[in-house]
Nanobody, 121 residues
Framework: VQLQASGGGLGQAGGSLTLSCAAS????????MGWYRQAPGKERELVAFITSGGTTNYADSVKGRVTISRNNANTKNTVYLQMHSLKPEDTAVYHC??????????????WGQGTQVTVSS
């Protein structure tokens, strides 16, 4: 089982970026999926998560500017993070996370490799 993130890059303040993260491998089901970020010199923080039922939760710092969604159809198992009205303080390495029940193994959290988002003012 692995998570593969993509979509990071350079954005301008006020602009938009969309991140995606696909889970693959021998997956029975996926519980929650989410995005965390870590800026230089800071601790990793939760940005947003979405449950298997579609309930979402956002950090106060991104509410109203970020939308998390997921696509479980046809085993796509992908979570998206749409970011709008970007701010320089959104600059960080973004990590996707998912609690996955593999077909052979124990339920646990998996992490993607991280994707850099840099927002210029």
């Amino acid at each position: 089982v692995q998570l593969q993130a993509s979509g990071g890059g350079l954005g301008q303040a006020g602009g938009s970026l969309t991140l995606s993260c696909a889970a693959s491998g021998s997956i029975l089901s996926i519980n929650h999926m989410g995005w965390y970020r870590q800026a230089p010199g800071k601790e990793r923080e939760l940005v947003a998560f979405i449950t298997s039922g579609g309930t979402t939760n956002y950090a106060d710092s991104v509410k109203g500017r970020v939308t998390i969604s997921r696509n479980n159809a046809n085993t796509k198992n992908t979570v998206y993070l749409q970011m709008h009205s970007l701010k320089p303080e959104d600059t960080a390495v973004y990590h996707c996370n998912a609690q996955i029940i593999p077909t052979n193994g124990w339920t646990r959290d998996y992490w993607g490799q991280g994707t850099q988002v840099t927002v210029s003012s």
